[in-house]
């Protein structure tokens, strides 16, 4: 049976997080607001008016183009590209074609086996968004604040090859425009969306087929469900004898399937041309950089940091390099704390993450600080209170506001170190429950846990576990 691999491209859509919109200013970020309220002459694109550029687009698209390890272009251009849509006012979309902010450049994707892979990047541009078209019974409604909001839109090279690899590159890419302040890649608000060029080929060949485009997703999970759904349909045309087509496919969420909107528009349709009312986008020497001296350590540089100095394996370091305030916490908690590093990213990933997600907190919004965590972790390394007791603290300290000591002193959560106390309550337990005992003793040594948890249950959670193993044996034995 013939082994086929998948060939998936990514065109991304990056929603700048500017106040203003691209070309007027006009309020970029709409969410929430009244359809054609943030709108004006400019962005709805009436006669006689002129663009005039939104510097800090410029400089966001720069810093996103160095942060992708592209060149970043000292001098680009803005183009037309024409197309007729309601929902575009101009007739015409400014973008950028062939010089645009970026070029080249690539973004390490995290593979499943701890190493990375080069993902390349064809194209970087900024470019204008349209506004949005609003299907009702019998009419249609046009929404025009969206027009104009700034846009940076990255076009993979076919470098992907499951779905998987498709949905942790767009994961590793929003966490890194989050990192760098550019955009809050918010997908549930249109934030950051999309397309993917899908083809198969024969495992090892290097031919590339036809691919067709599943446009607009606007959500990680259900792209790469649409993306494996294609690559299936794909391989099952192929095999029965069939040819692939480039079509354009809408993803349906709720019906799982992909439906065809169009037959794939060329680039000759939108005859791009230079914009005659924009100069050329100029930066100089200094401005790139400073750009690229003020990058913050990226992501993927700290999680090598993380695995190299710290002996972090990868899928924790990933994990605690996925958000930079998390990742700067935990930065802190290890300046805090003196123990193993390796102990303090499991309190992170275990304890921490979990109260994060129960409670819908933020990191920014803690009351447990890296300090107050580090000093929960040294009472847990003393022994003064247990590893279950500890993984509480967490949870009360933050719950309560109180710092963890005077919860401790309260609550009487000291461990029970005292072994004759313990001792006590083994013998407690031991001749409570004739039954265990007798099966421990004719080799049923697996009963032991049961018999730990009930001097645990005794003690109210306070006794030493090694302790009271080592004192339940030598009693029974
Ligand atoms: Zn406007």
Redesign the pocket.
């Known amino acids: 049976m013939t082994q086929y691999e998948a060939v998936i491209g990514l065109e991304i859509h990056i929603q700048l997080n500017t106040k203003s919109?691209i070309f007027?200013?006009?309020k970029a970020d709409s969410w929430g607001d009244p359809p054609n309220s943030n709108?004006?002459p400019?962005?709805t694109g009436q006669p006689g008016v002129l663009p005039v550029p939104n510097q800090t687009v410029i400089e966001k698209g720069a810093t996103l183009a160095a942060a992708m390890h592209a060149e970043v272009r000292r001098e680009s251009f803005f183009d037309r590209k024409n197309y007729f849509y309601p929902d575009l006012p101009k007739g015409y979309q400014i973008t950028q074609y062939d010089l645009a902010i970026g070029q080249g450049g690539y973004l390490e994707l995290p593979l499943e086996d701890g190493t990375t892979r080069r993902i390349g990047i064809e194209k970087m541009h900024i470019e204008e968004d349209a506004g949005k078209t609003i299907h009702k019974p019998g009419r249609r409604l046009v929404d025009f604040n969206r027009c104009?909001v700034p846009l940076v839109e990255m076009v993979t090279q076919p470098d992907l090859r499951s779905a998987d690899e498709a949905a942790t590159f767009i994961r590793t890419l929003r966490s890194l425009v989050r990192w760098i302040g550019v955009s809050d890649a918010d997908m549930e608000k249109g934030k950051m969306r999309f397309d993917a060029n899908v083809s198969i080929r024969e495992a090892g060949a290097t031919v590339l087929n036809p691919k067709t485009e599943i446009k607009n997703m606007n959500s990680i999970e259900h792209g790469r469900e649409a993306i494996e759904v294609e690559i299936e349909r794909q391989i099952r045309e192929v095999e029965a004898g069939g040819t692939i087509e480039s079509w354009t496919l809408d993803w349906d969420e709720e019906s799982k399937t992909l439906s065809k909107m169009r037959s794939k528009e060329t680039e000759a349709d939108y005859r791009y041309f230079k914009e005659p009312d924009l100069l050329a986008v100029k930066l100089s020497e200094d401005q790139v950089t400073e750009i690229i001296d003020n990058l913050p350590e990226l992501p993927s540089v700290r999680k090598e940091r993380f695995i190299e100095k710290h002996g972090i394996p990868p899928k924790e370091s990933g994990t605690l390099t996925s958000d930079r305030a998390l990742s700067d916490y935990f930065e802190e908690l290890l300046a805090a704390y003196s123990g193993e590093p390796r102990t303090a990213a499991n309190w992170v990933i275990n304890d921490l993450l979990g109260l994060l997600n129960d409670l819908g907190l933020a990191v920014e919004e803690l009351y447990l600080t890296p300090a107050r965590l580090a000093a929960i972790m040294q009472l847990v390394d003393e022994g003064t209170v247990n590893t279950s007791t500890g993984r509480e603290l967490v949870r009360k300290t933050q719950e309560e506001k109180k710092e963890p000591a005077a919860i401790v002193e309260r609550e009487g959560l000291a461990q029970l170190t005292d072994t004759s106390a313990i001792e006590d309550l083994c013998k407690e337990v031991i001749a409570g429950s004739p039954d265990q005992v007798e099966q421990y003793r004719s080799g049923k040594k697996g009963v032991i846990g049961w018999l730990i948890g009930q001097v645990m249950g005794k003690s109210g959670g306070k006794a030493d576990p090694q302790a009271v193993r080592q004192i339940l044996t030598r009693l029974l034995e």
């Open positions: 919109k007027c200013s006009c709108i004006c400019v962005c104009g």
